[in-house]
């Protein structure tokens, strides 16, 4: 691959436009577990929280995730742009999985800051994409893995369950029998 086709983006540039990064079928599951999570906390404790504490400059401040290598697909909807992960597909789900833990615990305390709406509504941005699209509310996921972990996860994002053709398979693999 020739240099000049990298490029290096925050998170914040990554989800900030209506997109998709599709997790192919040949890619496993998501399976960070605590021990990876903890690493990931100590990281931004260490590295970034305790830098902004320091001066409150949080534009100054960077953190190498590691890599994720995308590759754009070309699709017929404009609406959205879409991009095969390649790598770092275990990383990129785990920043936006924390986005919408840090979204919901904001959600929850919205009473007891002026400025919590304002944060919610930036973060959504980040979580959720604005497609019109009404026969499949996964194209609202900027994170979709081919295997079905969509379910779980839109379920986290939006409390309730989608219009999808891809939903009854998604439910029998989810949802246990009682």
Known sequence: MPTDDVINRTFKELFSSNVRFEIPFF?????????????????????????????????????FFGPIVVLEKFNSDPQLKRFLVIDGQQRITT??????????????????????????????????????????????????????????????????NPVSPFLAADQQLYIPLH
């Open 27 to 63: 890619q496993r599951g998501y399976a960070w577990e605590k021990r990876q999570w903890d690493q990931l906390f100590s990281d931004i404790d260490e590295q970034i929280i305790n830098e902004l504490s320091e001066d409150g400059d949080f534009d100054q401040h960077e953190h």
């Open 95 to 160: 920043v936006y999985l924390l986005l919408a833990l840090i979204s919901e615990q904001l959600e929850k305390k919205s009473s007891m800051s002026d400025d919590a709406e304002r944060y919610i509504q930036q973060l959504e941005k980040f979580l959720k994409n604005d497609v019109s699209d009404k026969s499949d509310d996964y194209k609202k996921l900027k994170v979709y893995s081919s295997k079905g972990d969509r379910l779980p996860l839109y379920l986290i994002l939006f409390s309730n």
